[in-house]
């Protein structure tokens, strides 16, 4: 649940000041107000909308607790390749959230988010194998074409893209076309050759794909693939037959763009498959002389060798015109299709954003404003930073960009880079000057948006670079807290390692116990109970952490709580019981534990309340049987002179009413 809350706060460029309205109620907790705004958003199609959206059902902030809408938005954002959504979407299949329980469907889903990176989803992959598979199983197709999918044809492009081979096998058993193309022409055989995934390449090949076809930029799959630098993909386009001197729109074959990066591999097997080595672009460039202008001297002899006479243009070929069509200073079609026009963003901003390395450099090498601001504060390096662009933000750095600007809040590049995970590119910042310890105006710094993200290796660089792990935001919450709560037990066994304070507890009392039995983290509260000094320490509330597991359902985390000593009858300010509050929820087996450890089954809070009554009156008649057996009293009266079975029925649940009559005919209790 926090996992989901965390990033509500971290949205795209905004539409108007529709996405900004979003951050103003997060900031105030008008969670209602959000989820308001983020709805149509959602609708629209915009993936990390109906991702924040998911997140807010999950949660029951701001609208009513619904696992089923979660359920469908984390599909919706996790099908255009919404990182996140796709490792909660594996949760929520894990756990049975929404949908029906499928370790299947999970795998499926954390793979797709560790093949984009996702640590978390790294782990869940190796840890949800050994538990799954037998160390000799073999890969069981049919297995995977038994998963349904949504969509499979948009399961089958994204599949392709992150080189998901059981989605694939799943999505075309499902009737998925291997040359349907998506809105911006491109076919699942396009995917994979941008993303150099050659296993999903092959597949696709073996299943009919077509080689020739062209998108709407008028780009072939080999034309994609050798501009991305994908060396097995164009070596298995072309043993496809896929022609080898198709042009660009700019004019540009294979061999020329090849030459030009600098790629001997492409060029020797470009040539080997029938490249035409004297053609030449309207600009009158070709391969040789290309190689030659980039310095390229192993491909220019390369090419001399084989009868190459470089040609002589007027002028510099310019990056520009080797640049993919859909990519020239434009940003990626995604952004500009989820956001509004670049207002405000300079040349060099707008090729920044996608990554686009060639471009940038270019860029700076003609004296573009490395200090330059947009209208949300961003710097080029603090989008370089966002993106994890690592080469941009060195070469930005390199040309003097100060790397503690800040936007209004006070978040630095770091503290970006640092949020979504991008280590490589935080170490970077670091070796150019960026402060480890910088805060934000609520206290953030650049160690907790890594920790609150599950960024492993991102803490590592922080930690290494000497990230004081003690730091607390404005309400109290410190990197531990924040690991205890996202149930992260490497990085809290890291932070602990290096002085972290186990003792810290936020601004309404809470400690690191409170936070992970609060979200049912039964690993990390197993590492962090021995290291607490008392188990029963409540909240400002009078909340203890056993009282806080009993509410929210989560029984191992409840069981270890009894194993360390936790007291069963301490009562929260209202006076409830753990399991007052386990029952009240319908939790029978955790109030089954708690009776076996000498709760006391008749303690009322201050409305007078037993767990009993409570039970009764949600219907609950698991639960209403257990405290029975163990000697609840049903003749018991509340503040307003109700007893358990008045609540029952009066609530509407003919079971439950049934039951406590049966069991009261022969009770001998009296009526308080």
């Known amino acids: 649940m926090a996992a989901a809350l965390m990033t509500l706060v971290m949205l795209p460029p905004a539409q108007g000041n529709t996405l900004d309205d979003v951050r103003a109620a997060v900031k105030v907790r008008d969670y209602k107000k959000a989820a308001q705004i983020l709805a149509p958003i959602a609708e629209s199609g915009m993936p990390e909308a109906q991702y924040q959206l998911a997140g807010l059902y999950r949660s029951g902030r701001g609208v009513e607790k619904d696992h089923q809408r979660a359920f469908k938005w984390l599909k919706k954002a996790s099908l255009q390749e919404h990182v996140k959504a796709q490792y909660n979407l594996g949760v929520m299949y894990e756990h049975g959230w929404g949908t029906e329980e499928s370790l299947d469907d999970a795998l499926i889903w954390y793979r797709a988010a560790a093949a984009q990176g996702h640590t978390l989803a790294v782990a869940k992959v190796e840890n949800l194998n050994q538990a799954t598979r037998p160390a000799t199983a073999s890969p069981q197709p049919e297995k995977a074409r038994s998963r349904r999918l949504a969509d499979p044809q948009g399961a089958l492009q994204h599949a392709a893209a992150s080189g998901n081979l059981d989605v694939i096998a799943a999505a075309i ?98 040539l080997g498959h029938g490249a035409d080595l004297h053609a030449k672009n309207p600009k009158g460039w070709n391969a040789v002389s290309l190689a030659k202008q980039k310095g390229h001297k192993q491909i220019v002899n390369t090419l001399l060798a084989r009868g190459a006479v470089p040609a002589s243009p007027a002028g510099v070929a310019s990056d520009r015109e080797f640049a993919a069509p859909n990519e020239i200073l434009t940003a990626n079609r995604r952004f500009v299709s989820e956001t509004a026009a670049h207002e405000g ?67 630095t590049a770091l503290m970006w880079a640092a949020e979504f995970g991008h280590h490589d590119t935080a170490r970077r910042l670091l070796a150019g000057g960026a402060a480890v310890d910088r805060r934000t105006s609520d206290g953030s710094s650049a160690l907790i948006f890594a920790v609150r993200g599950g960024h492993v290796r991102t803490v590592e660089v922080l930690i290494a670079s000497r990230a004081k792990v003690n730091s607390a935001e404005n309400d109290g919450m410190t990197a531990l807290l924040w690991a205890a709560r996202l149930g992260l037990g490497s990085i809290a066994r890291r932070l602990l390692e290096q002085g972290a304070n186990v003792l810290a507890r936020d601004r309404n009392d809470r400690d690191v116990l409170w936070f992970a039995a609060d979200e049912g983290q039964a690993a990390t509260l197993e590492l962090l109970l021995p290291l607490a000094a008392e188990v029963d320490s409540p909240d400002n509330q009078g909340y203890t952490a056993l009282a806080r597991a009993a509410l929210q359902g989560h029984e191992h985390a409840v069981v270890l709580l009894l194993r360390a000593g936790a007291e069963v009858n301490i009562v929260s300010g209202r006076g409830n019981s753990p399991l007052i509050l386990a029952a009240s929820k319908g939790h029978a087996l955790i109030v089954s534990d708690l009776v076996s450890h000498d709760a006391d089954v008749d303690t009322r809070n201050s409305n007078g309340n037993s767990a009993l009554m409570l039970a009764a009156k949600a219907g609950h008649t698991n639960t209403v049987n257990v405290l029975l057996a163990a000697g609840a009293n049903p003749g018991l009266l509340n503040k307003k002179r109700e007893r358990a079975e008045n609540l029952a029925s009066a609530a509407g649940h003919e079971d439950t009413t049934a039951l406590l009559k049966q069991h009261s005919k022969g009770s001998r209790w009296p009526f308080d």
């Open 173 to 270: 058993a499902q009737g998925a076309q291997v040359n349907r193309a998506d809105g911006n022409g491109r076919t699942p055989l396009m995917a994979a050759a941008q993303n150099g995934q050659a296993p999903a390449l092959k597949v696709l090949l073996g299943h009919g794909a077509k080689v020739d076809l062209r998108d709407r930029y008028d780009d072939r799959a080999l034309l994609i693939a050798t501009r991305a630098a994908r060396e097995n993909c164009v070596a298995l386009l072309l043993r496809a037959k896929a022609n080898p001197n198709t042009r660009d729109k700019a004019g540009n074959t294979p061999i020329m763009i090849a030459a030009r990066l600098g790629s001997g591999r492409m060029v020797s097997d470009l």
């Open 345 to 411: 963003w300079s040349t060099l901003m707008v090729a920044v954003w996608p990554g686009q390395d060639e471009i940038v450099k270019l860029l700076l090498s003609r004296g573009a404003d490395v200090k330059e601001r947009d209208e949300e504060g961003h710097t080029p390096l603090s989008r370089a930073a966002w993106k994890g662009h690592s080469e941009i933000s060195s070469a930005l750095l390199a040309k003097g960009a100060n790397p503690n600007v800040t936007q209004s809040g006070g978040k």
